[in-house]
């Protein structure tokens, strides 16, 4: 995903209308292109490919997705996708480049003093990480080295404790304490109970990743101009290396990837109820009592089901993005799933709360294979459920292999499959045993 698209990739601005020969097949998708509240190649443009195939409104991206266009996932109203910006080298997140590159410059009208602002990092044996992501927080700034910077360690059995005490003495704003509970839920309330009493914004970074310079202070300055938001998200944008990565990424920022999440892969700002945490007014974090540190995940979403109880409003900046790296192989795709869908269950039990549409998807599939076939050896038709899931998973895989013009692109069924399957029987393996 970091070095294969090139935008200009797709030749041809044909229409639909001009270019297809096949009669039936022309008929069908005038009949969606006709109708005024179906802008059929538009949508396929902007909802389920990024802007940087724009040539995919030609005859083969309008050809092959009239298969989907019924799906009521591909209906009116989904968000753009983002342009993808490419990741620099490394693993995890990083903040996308070009445009974004300083991302404090949108911000300026907003003056946040350094004394104001905290740094949170969770960490559990990030020795390879760790002093990247904190050289990319400081380096060369400044502002960022008024900051302070508080690294949480769950007890890490590699160099991680030893190489944050040596940069202390780089780094005087730089703090290390200890986190028993070795929770990403443990380790931010335990900072945030540090704070002292001039600072107004938490900011959470991860341990893995590595930031450009204006990151931290372009969060607390969209908090700061928001004063009725408690919490500032930001969009990710999924990236990846390998063929199965770059698959991932592809099939992850789609409505059936995602669910038309809002923070994953967006591209329009505004008031929501759940986005990837950037940042916190730490007066509303403690007042709602932080994270719940029995969620070793989904601990995000929780909390800010929480704000919205207590009233309090979620920021989405999608001025500030995150390239998120997926996992490489399906297996550790399908084990990240697997603790998201218990994740969600937890919440979703804890607060009584009616799944989203999105989230049932995952859940009805994983029951409708496993009734189909388990009745299919005594009533064979129940087996269509199954085949009809393979197809779906097929279709993604021709789409992904022609946005992507790779075959690389036909790992994307099987990247659909695990992470659909994978959170499905995780949320269900949460609910039935608790």
């Known amino acids: 995903m970091g070095e294969s698209r090139d935008p200009g990739m797709w030749p041809g601005t044909a229409s639909c209308q001009n270019v297809l020969a096949a009669p039936k097949l022309t008929a069908l998708i005038l009949s969606r292109v006709a109708n005024p509240g179906f802008p059929f190649c538009?949508?396929?443009?902007?909802?389920?490919?990024?802007?940087?195939?724009?040539?995919?409104?030609?005859?083969?991206?309008?050809?092959?997705?009239?298969?989907?266009?019924d799906l009521p996932m591909f209906g009116p109203g989904l968000g753009n996708a983002p342009a993808r910006l490419f990741a620099p080298n490394g693993t995890g997140l990083a903040m996308n480049g070009g445009a974004h590159a300083n991302q404090a410059s949108t911000y300026r009208a907003a003056q946040v003093q350094p004394a104001e602002v905290m740094v949170g990092i969770p960490a559990l044996n990030e020795a390879d990480h760790i002093e990247?992501?904190?050289?990319?927080?400081?380096?060369?700034?400044?502002?960022?080295?008024?900051v302070a910077i508080v690294v949480a360690d769950g007890g890490s059995s590699d160099t991680t404790r030893k190489i944050v005490r040596r940069l202390t003495a780089r780094l005087p704003n730089l703090r290390l304490i200890d986190?028993?509970?070795?929770?990403?839920?443990?380790?931010?309330?335990?900072i945030a109970a540090g704070a002292g009493p001039r600072h107004r914004y938490l900011v959470r970074c991860d341990a893995h990743a590595a930031y450009p310079p204006g990151y931290v202070r372009a969060v607390a300055e969209s908090l700061a101009l928001r004063p009725e938001a408690a919490s500032v998200g930001t969009v990710m944008d999924a990236v990846g290396d390998g063929c199965f990565q770059r698959a991932a990424a592809w099939v992850v920022d789609t409505p059936l990837g995602s669910g038309n999440s809002a923070h994953r892969g967006g591209s329009t700002s505004g008031w929501i109820d759940h986005a990837h945490h950037a940042g916190f007014r730490l007066e509303w974090f403690r007042a709602i009592g932080g994270y719940d540190p029995a969620f070793p995940h989904n601990e995000d979403a929780?909390?800010?089901?929480?704000?919205?109880?207590?009233g309090q409003k979620i920021w989405l900046d999608a001025d500030i993005r995150l390239n998120y790296r997926m996992r490489p192989t399906m297996r550790k795709l399908g084990k990240q799933y697997w603790s998201y869908g218990r994740g969600r269950a937890r919440t979703v039990l804890k607060h009584r709360l009616r799944p989203r549409l999105r989230q049932l998807f995952p859940v009805l599939?994983?029951?409708?294979?496993?009734?189909?076939?388990?009745?299919?050896?005594?009533?064979?038709?129940?087996?269509?459920?199954?085949?009809?899931?393979?197809?779906?998973?097929?279709?993604?895989?021709?789409?992904?292999?022609?946005?992507?013009?790779?075959?690389?692109?036909?790992?994307?069924?099987?990247?659909?499959?695990?992470m659909h399957l994978a959170w499905g029987a995780g949320f269900l393996r949460q609910v039935v045993l608790r």
């Open 179 to 190: 986190n028993p509970e070795r929770l990403q839920s443990a380790a931010l309330n335990a």
């Open 42 to 69: 538009r949508r396929v443009r902007n909802y389920l490919f990024p802007r940087d195939f724009p040539g995919f409104s030609d005859h083969r991206g309008c050809l092959l997705m009239s298969l989907f266009s």
């Open 302 to 310: 929780e909390l800010d089901h929480r704000l919205g109880l207590a």
């Open 365 to 418: 599939a994983v029951l409708a294979i496993a009734t189909s076939l388990g009745v299919g050896a005594i009533y064979p038709p129940a087996l269509l459920l199954t085949a009809s899931y393979v197809a779906l998973m097929a279709a993604v895989s021709i789409a992904g292999a022609l946005a992507m013009r790779s075959a690389c692109g036909l790992w994307a069924g099987p990247a659909m499959g695990a």
């Open 132 to 146: 990247p992501c904190l050289m990319s927080l400081t380096d060369d700034d400044p502002w960022m080295q008024q």
